[in-house]
């Protein structure tokens, strides 16, 4: 399931995150840092943005273990689609705005 996890050093990852057999260790494939950058629309603001992490892992995941994990939830919509675009099927939450 893609989530977003928060570990001790303050990062946020986002990634397809799965348990071990004995719930020990998570491994987040695929993941992604969050960062925050200047908006190009809006001069002043910050805008969100996906930056990959760990991109030179051969497999091309990374395993914490759980006691080194803050929370892990869900992503909102935005930052689902945005996360599927790049790594996912391409298919994206319809959020009822045409």
């Known amino acids: 399931m893609i989530k977003i996890t ?3 050093t303050g ?3 986002v ?3 799965t348990f071990n057999e004995s719930r020990t260790h998570i491994t987040i494939k695929d ?3 969050i960062a925050y950058v200047p908006s190009r629309d809006q001069p002043g603001q910050q805008a969100m943005g996906l930056v990959p992490y760990a ?3 051969k497999d091309h995941s990374v395993t914490i273990e759980v006691a080194k994990i803050v929370w892990s939830e869900e992503l909102v919509e ?3 689609n945005q996360y599927n675009k790049v790594f996912g099927s391409g298919i994206q939450i319809f959020n009822g705005k045409i």
């Open 15 to 17: 990634g397809d995150t």
């Open 31 to 33: 993941p992604c840092a």
């Open 55 to 57: 991109a030179y892992t």
């Open 78 to 80: 935005e930052v689902y």
């Open 11 to 13: 990062e946020e990852i």
């Open 6 to 8: 928060k570990i001790v």
